[in-house]
């Protein structure tokens, strides 16, 4: 699938140093302060490039156009979610416990509840880094930056697969279909 080139596959969360922990935290704060046009603006790129990852959303499967979605409640709901759900990764870049518990309910609530495909967390990282720098343009040029966000992105990626293979994704998938 394309739209994934930027997010490593297999990057374990010993890769983030201090640097990274303080490059992402610095960069994350106006991010968050615009939480919700943010994350509307990155769901609206990834169904808008990758319509097949609306199926998942029962009030939005339908739709085509990209304003009509930007009204849907459940779009921004998962916005918030998802922008909720990063800023306690965020948070807690140095506390491996939190992070784990953060990673597993996540993978767990994808896989058995929602039955997303794991490709689609690949996917949706390399959309948040491509529209994060293009929204902050200021604070997500530098290399230095993109560097450190696209090891976090990889962690989160790589830890959904652990959990999805954990739960036993391979038979879920195969009864999801
Ligand atoms: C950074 C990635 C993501 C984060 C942080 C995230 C976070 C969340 C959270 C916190 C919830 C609500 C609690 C729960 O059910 O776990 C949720 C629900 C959900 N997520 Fe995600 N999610 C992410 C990616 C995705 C992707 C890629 C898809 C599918 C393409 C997806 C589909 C769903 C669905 C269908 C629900 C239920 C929606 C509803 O009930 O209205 N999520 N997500």
């Given at each position: 699938?394309?739209?994934?080139?930027?997010?490593?596959?297999?990057?374990?969360p010993e890769t983030i140093t201090e640097d990274d922990v303080c490059v992402i935290q610095d960069t994350w704060?106006?991010?968050y302060e615009n939480r919700e046009n943010a994350g509307v603006a990155v769901l609206i790129r990834f169904f808008g490039n990758f319509?097949?990852?609306?199926?998942?959303?029962?009030?939005f499967r339908d739709m085509q156009d990209p304003e009509e979605m930007r009204q849907s409640v459940q779009l921004?709901?998962?916005?918030?979610?998802?922008?909720?759900?990063?800023?306690?990764?965020?948070?807690?870049?140095?506390?491996?416990?939190?992070?784990n518990t953060i990673f597993k309910q996540m993978g767990k609530s994808h896989a058995l509840r929602h039955?997303?495909?794991?490709?689609?967390?690949?996917?949706?990282?390399?959309?948040?880094?491509?529209?994060?720098v293009e929204a902050f343009p200021q604070?997500?040029?530098?290399?230095?930056?993109?560097?450190?966000?696209?090891?976090?992105?990889?962690?989160?990626?790589?830890?959904m697969n652990k959990v999805y293979a954990e739960v036993g994704w391979e038979s879920i998938k195969n009864s999801a279909k």
């Open positions: 699938m394309e739209g994934d080139g930027r997010v490593e596959l297999t990057l374990s704060r106006p991010v319509p097949s990852a609306k199926k998942y959303f029962s009030q921004k709901k998962h916005a918030l979610r998802v922008m909720t759900t990063l800023n306690s990764m965020v948070e807690n870049l140095r506390d491996a416990d939190k992070l039955k997303v495909d794991p490709v689609y967390f690949k996917i949706l990282a390399g959309v948040i880094l491509e529209v994060l604070s997500f040029s530098p290399a230095s930056v993109q560097g450190a966000w696209s090891k976090l992105m990889g962690v989160l990626y790589w830890q």
